[in-house]
């Protein structure tokens, strides 16, 4: 499979976890993200269907009316989709403590 198709997989997937995750329909999340109601389902839809990939600027529309970050969209790795869910929620101190553990941390 080629990378795009990759990342389109892996957008179309998150699109609809995090959808689902809030309960949101499908042209609920359309509209919260500045769709216009009669086009709002089909396009999100086309998104986790891996038929279409929308804009940047449609991406963190989406991600922003969802409450995740946009890396979540893309990112193929679930733990770091885990980690990302999360990070939302934490204080600012919270995630200043999480980059410290994580800085402090002997890499590869």
Known sequence: M???ADKRSNFARRLKQARLGRGLT???LGVLAGMEPDVASTRINQYERGVHE???ATAKQLAEALGVPAA???T???L???LLLRWGSLTKQQ???LVKLVEAT???
């Open 106 to 108: 002997p890499g590869k």
């Open 54 to 56: 929308p804009r940047s």
């Open 72 to 74: 979540f969209l893309y």
């Open 26 to 28: 499908q042209a609920q």
């Open 2 to 4: 080629s990378e795009s």
């Open 76 to 78: 193929d790795d679930d």
């Open 80 to 82: 770091l989709a885990k």
């Open 95 to 97: 995630k200043r403590e």
